[in-house]
């Protein structure tokens, strides 16, 4: 039987030590080449995530049918007022985690983080790109911010294709020559088309990506002999990282490491997001979603500890732990972190990594196109969000 097939059928039969450190090369390798057998998601079982909409054209309706429910004007008065301090309070504090998360990425921008860390530390960056049909001007943009990292020589960039992405081997020959002397290694997993109970998303593609970079590092005694800390970064193909990002993101992890921190692998990275690439270029409406993302990220997401946003880091070990990424998922973010939880059976905490991330915004070429972009994106997270709160009930109840 061929290894596709192996991994096509095979479930995980092999339950994980407890302590983390019991984590061995070969443990990590055989649990890399098995994938649990799934079951099909039935989403006709997902409608009571509805219930969530209902609550939220409840909450906005609410100065209108609270009148009359009450049948009081001063009782309607305080609990309108009450909301509306709840949400000023809300937003205050977003404005005030905004500013503290400013003035550490200030602070970290102009810090030399390989001070803090050996020049020979074992550590290596695995990259997860996953590309379909993006285009190739946008993605060696994102590819030549990871050639300009400051520890570039740390990172294996894993280009992940789905076998269906067009012009796959020309693609990959333009990637081989531009960056073949950047990085510590490069390389090109398809992802087959067409998998028992997948569906077609980054998600499933990142999952067989990991597993197969995996492979190739454990597999080879001499590379796993140099190797004693793995960390992994997702990103989307528009994504423009600072060039300290991999510094700063080493220098954390092996602090953390140097303090015996319980946690260190249970937790994920994330960068402050900014939305501005090519955001001159935007429309108005474009602009400001993009700014009012940037804020929830650095003033909610991120303080709150409530999830990870396209590009974010962790600990292979976490990885491991959590199955990687469940393949029936679209969010693969959010996903992640339910996934993760589900699997540690721990709640996972968001670290603020303080180097900046560019990344692109939703947008079209026209105000019209905008809107059709917006109504993709907010589709796409509807769907996720009817799996993803499936996941939830597994993981709190």
């Not at 305080?78 to 709840?86: C, E, M, R």
């Not at 597993?211 to 992994?232: G, Y």
């Not at 994504?239 to 991999?246: A, G, R």
């Not at 939305?275 to 979603?289: A, C, E, G, H, K």
Request: with cysteine.
């Amino acid at each position: 039987m061929s290894r596709l097939e192996v991994q096509r059928s095979s479930s995980m039969t092999e339950s994980l030590p407890s302590d983390d450190g019991a984590l061995t090369s070969s443990i990590i390798l055989r649990n890399a080449q098995r994938f649990k057998r799934l079951k099909a998601i039935n989403l006709s079982l997902l409608r009571w995530n509805l219930l969530w909409l209902f609550v939220i054209l409840i909450f906005i309706t609410l100065p209108i049918w609270l009148i009359f429910a009450s049948q009081s004007c001063l009782a309607t008065f305080y609990t309108i007022l009450s909301v509306l301090l709840w949400l000023n309070l809300v937003w205050f504090l977003a404005l005030i985690f905004t500013i503290y998360t400013l003035i550490k990425l200030n602070y970290g921008m102009k810090t030399d983080h390989k001070k803090t860390y050996p020049i020979d530390a074992q550590l290596i960056h695995l990259l997860i790109l996953t590309i379909y049909k993006d285009d190739m001007g946008v993605v060696c943009r994102t590819v030549d911010s990871l050639a300009e990292q400051t520890e570039g020589k740390r990172i294996v960039l894993v280009i992940a294709w789905e076998s269906r992405t067009p012009d796959r081997e020309e693609r990959t020959a333009l990637i081989r020559q531009r960056y073949s002397d950047k990085f510590l290694y490069i390389l090109f997993p398809v992802h087959p088309y067409g998998l028992e109970n997948e569906i077609a998303s980054k998600a499933a593609n990142a999952n067989w990506g990991l597993r197969e970079a995996v492979c190739f590092i454990m597999q080879d005694e001499e590379r796993k002999r140099k190797i004693e800390h793995v960390m992994v970064t997702t990103c989307d193909a528009d994504t423009l990282f600072h060039p300290k990002y991999f510094e700063a993101l080493s220098s954390d992890y092996l602090r953390r490491v140097k303090e015996n921190d319980s946690s260190i692998h249970r937790t994920i990275w994330q960068a402050p997001l900014f939305y501005n690439w090519n955001l001159d270029q935007n429309s108005f409406p474009v602009r400001i979603t993009g700014l009012l993302r940037t804020l929830m990220t650095m003033g909610l997401l991120i303080p709150y500890n409530v999830n990870p946003m396209s590009c974010f880091s962790f600990s292979l070990t976490l990885a491991v732990r959590g199955g990687y990424w469940h393949p029936q998922i679209f969010m693969d973010d959010v996903g992640y972190l339910l996934t993760m939880m589900i699997g540690t059976q721990k709640r996972i905490r968001i670290r603020l990594l303080p180097v900046p991330v560019r990344s692109g915004p939703t947008s079209g070429a026209t105000w019209l196109s905008d809107v059709k972009e917006w109504y993709i994106q907010v589709r796409r997270w509807g769907i996720g969000m009817k799996i993803d709160l499936f996941l939830k009930t597994k993981f709190f109840f």
